[in-house]
């Protein structure tokens, strides 16, 4: 089967690091993205992570451990704009599919 | 960057009609599009893989013939929902991955259609 977990809800305050996990379990993996998605609308593309190691995008930074299944996305500096849901995706490499985790709802307070 | 766009936003049906759902790439040809449904505040479940010239890839539990994809050409996807229900009422996201890339690539979504069935 295939699962991913993520926390359902994070708050943290303007200015802060947040850090979101993420555990999964699929039949195939072939690397680990993440997703951010404000209310109503549509999913924009964070980082992707295929090999272990922390990649770096301005204030985003991604890691992965592919010998324990788990990623985290980080994320530095908080805006109030910052507030949304993130997800964390996992590519099958059987079928090519991108699967969603549960997301987690980041909410930035002043 | 890649565009999809993504028509209706928003739609609100009576119960027992048939809704269609387009989904186009405005500045590539997208070979594959994937069709999510997202219920509020949960995570986006994918329904079916469209594939240009061929028939769909439906997940399991996702009735095809309720929700027919149609991939008639290199830019253009559609999924109709047939016989709306109000369970039917969903927010449905189409995406596409840039063309003769691998997985790991990042996806391109459309903004969405928010379906409302009465």
């Known amino acids: 089967g295939q699962s991913l977990e993520q926390p359902s809800e994070v708050t943290a305050v303007e200015g802060a690091i947040v850090q979101i996990n993420c555990t999964y379990q699929?039949?195939?993996?072939?690397?680990l993205s993440w997703y951010q998605q404000h209310d109503g609308g549509a999913p924009t593309f964070l980082s992707y992570?295929?090999?272990?190691g922390l990649e770096e995008t301005g204030r985003f930074s991604s890691f992965l451990s592919r010998s324990d299944s788990y990623g985290y996305l980080l994320l530095q500096e908080l805006q109030m704009k910052d507030s949304a849901s993130y997800f964390c995706a996992v590519w099958e490499d059987s079928s090519y599919k991108l699967i969603f985790g549960s997301g987690t709802r980041l909410l930035v307070r002043p | 960057g890649a565009v999809v766009s993504q028509h209706p936003s928003r739609v609100i049906c009576k119960s027992g009609t048939s809704v269609k759902i387009e989904c186009r790439s405005l500045?590539?040809?997208?070979?594959?599009m994937f069709w999510y449904r997202q219920f509020p505040k949960q995570s986006l479940m994918l329904m079916a893989t469209?594939?240009?010239?061929?028939?769909?890839?439906?997940e399991q539990g996702v009735e095809k013939d309720k929700f027919l994809i149609n991939h008639a050409s290199l830019t253009l996807s559609t999924l109709t929902v047939t016989s709306a229900h109000p369970e039917d009422s969903s927010f449905y996201i189409c995406?596409?991955?840039?063309?003769?890339?691998?997985?790991?690539?990042?996806?391109?979504f459309g903004s969405g259609t928010q379906l409302s069935v009465l």
């Open positions: 699929t039949s195939g993996f072939y690397g």
């Open positions: 469209s594939n240009e010239g061929s028939k769909a890839t439906y």
């Open positions: 992570n295929a090999l272990d």
């Open positions: 500045d590539f040809q997208a070979t594959t």
């Open positions: 995406s596409a991955r840039w063309p003769r890339t691998g997985p790991g690539e990042k996806l391109f």
